[in-house]
T-cell receptor, first 118, second 113 residues
Framework: NAGVTQTPKFRILKIGQSMTLQCTQDMNHNYMYWYRQDPGMGLKLIYYSVGAGITDKGEVPNGYNVSRSTTEDFPLRLELAAPSQTSVYFC?????????????????FGAGTRLSVL | GENVEQHPSTLSVQEGDSAVIKCTYS??????FPWYKQELGKRPQLIID?????GEKKDQRIAVTLNKTAKHFSLHITETQPEDSAVYFC????????????FGKGTTLSVSS
């Protein structure tokens, strides 16, 4: 199993450009998440999905869009990139959530995408 | 709004000492509290979690305690080792937020030998 795979690892965008951050998992997990991590600020949830065809907003969804057409893939789209979107982006997946089993609750994170908007 | 406060932001201990990190949350209906460890340049990893129907949970050198009345929970690491050096994040599930977690800002733990 590759786990959670994110591409690209690094990207520099100009203000106003658009891009899609790719995320795929091969663990057949229903739950998938996108976070951004800014220095000293912890992880902020952007969007999440509880299954194919179902997505919902997290804490900081503005400027982003997602889709979940398959169980495996959960791409994050940035439209009209702004300097405030400079961050490290993590995708994660889990089998369950708030289960009595720790194993089901584990969110497996991808290696991250470091994005700079200049 | 929903909030998780985490203290301290940095913590330095000697190898073998104990380390305690504390978090408070704002929503009394929160019912799930995980802790994540992130080593430098790596991805976060879940190390322990606790649900609101349990007051304490232990896994080897790591324990988490929950005080629902006071709305705070703590991570305890005993017999610290240099490999425990990392950033630790607490998180809480808020009732209004589906399966979303709100994270604290993190504690940088440094264990010196």
């Amino acid at each position: 199993n590759a786990g959670v795979t994110q591409t690209p690892k690094f990207r520099i965008l100009k203000i106003g450009q658009s891009m899609t951050l790719q995320c795929t998992q091969d663990m057949n997990h229903n739950y998938m998440y996108w976070y951004r991590q800014d220095p000293g600020m912890g992880l902020k949830l952007i969007y999440y999905s509880v299954g194919a065809g179902i997505t919902d907003k997290g804490e900081v969804p503005n400027g982003y869009n997602v889709s979940r057409s398959t169980t495996e893939d959960f791409p994050l789209r940035l439209e009209l990139a702004a300097p405030s979107q400079t961050s490290v982006y993590f995708c994660a997946s889990s089998r369950g959530f708030n289960s009595g089993s720790l194993a089901k609750n584990i969110q497996y994170f991808g290696a991250g995408t470091r994005l700079s908007v200049l | 709004g929903e909030n998780v406060e985490q203290h301290p932001s940095t913590l330095s201990v000697q190898e073998g000492d104990s380390a305690v990190i504390k978090c408070t949350y704002s929503d009394s209906a929160s019912n799930y509290f995980p802790w994540y460890k992130q080593e430098l340049g790596k991805r976060p990893q879940l190390i322990i979690d606790i649900r609101s129907n349990v007051g304490e949970k232990k896994d080897q050198r790591i324990a988490v305690t929950l005080n629902k009345t006071a709305k705070h929970f703590s991570l305890h690491i005993t017999e610290t080792q240099p490999e425990d050096s990392a950033v630790y994040f607490c998180a809480a599930k808020f009732n209004q937020a589906g399966t979303a977690l709100i994270f604290g800002k993190g504690t940088t733990l440094s264990v010196s030998s």
